[in-house]
């Protein structure tokens, strides 16, 4: 039981390039987020996806787009990237009986 | 004023110390309220989770709520080096979580 995993750890990116970053949970969860963490912002919603075949806009959407491909995978996709758009990026899955949310280990993302 | 209201410290204590965590919020439809544990890389893990008002302990940890009061609390007793990290408030109703910006705590040996 892995619980929530990322790919890539780590990734610098040029100014206009594209990249997905993956997101896999083996919890049966229906919802899954997208967050992005910078110094002195906390945690700020990107996405989310209540199940499969439903994405919502967060706090945060302009810049990115996700895709639910199934009930385990959440994808987020920086189509054009910036350098306000480096950060810290976590993906998440709600247990919903507790309505707890369980975090992967996360992405470091650098825009030059 | 936003949602979730959170000090960001950073917060030192000795070794041994009682730690006192606070968050306050404005939406009273918050139901459900977790502390989360960050430490430094890596992301964020539940260390308690409360439903409604009322105490809920863990060891040495112990998580209140007070509704009418629109506060929660996170206790650490007898703090350990290895509790140092940031530690995140978060609540819902029924909506996506709300966190806090999360508090940095060092505790010194």
């Known amino acids: 039981n892995a619980g929530v995993t990322q790919t890539p750890k780590f990734q610098v990116l040029k100014t206009g390039q594209s990249m997905t970053l993956q997101c896999a949970q083996d919890?049966?969860?229906?919802?899954m987020y997208w967050y992005r963490q910078d110094p002195g912002m906390g945690l700020r919603l990107i996405y989310y996806?209540?199940?499969?075949?439903?994405?919502d806009k967060g706090e945060v959407p302009n810049g990115y787009n996700v895709s639910r491909l199934n009930k385990r995978e959440f994808s987020l996709r920086l189509e054009s990237a910036a350098p306000s758009q480096t950060s810290v990026y976590f993906c998440?899955?709600?247990?919903?009986?507790?309505?707890?949310?369980?975090f992967g280990p996360g992405t470091r993302l650098t825009v030059l | 004023q936003k949602e979730v209201e959170q000090d960001p410290g950073p917060l030192s204590v000795p070794e041994g110390a009682i730690v006192s965590l606070n968050c306050t919020y404005s939406?009273?439809?918050?139901?459900?309220f977790m502390w989360y544990r960050q430490y430094s890389r890596k992301g964020p893990e539940l260390l308690m989770y409360?439903?409604?008002?009322g105490n809920k302990e863990d060891g040495r940890f112990t998580a209140q709520v007070d509704k009418s009061s629109k506060y929660i609390s996170l206790f650490i007793r007898d703090s350990q080096p290895s509790d140092s990290a940031t530690y995140l408030c978060?609540?819902?109703?029924?909506?996506?979580?709300?966190f806090g910006k999360g508090t940095r705590l060092s505790v010194i040996a």
């Open positions: 939406n009273s439809a918050f139901q459900y």
């Open positions: 996806s209540a199940s499969e075949g439903t994405t």
């Open positions: 409360t439903y409604s008002s």
């Open positions: 998440a899955s709600r247990d919903r009986g507790t309505d707890t949310q369980y």
């Open positions: 978060a609540m819902t109703g029924n909506t996506p979580l709300v």
């Open positions: 919890m049966n969860h229906n919802s």
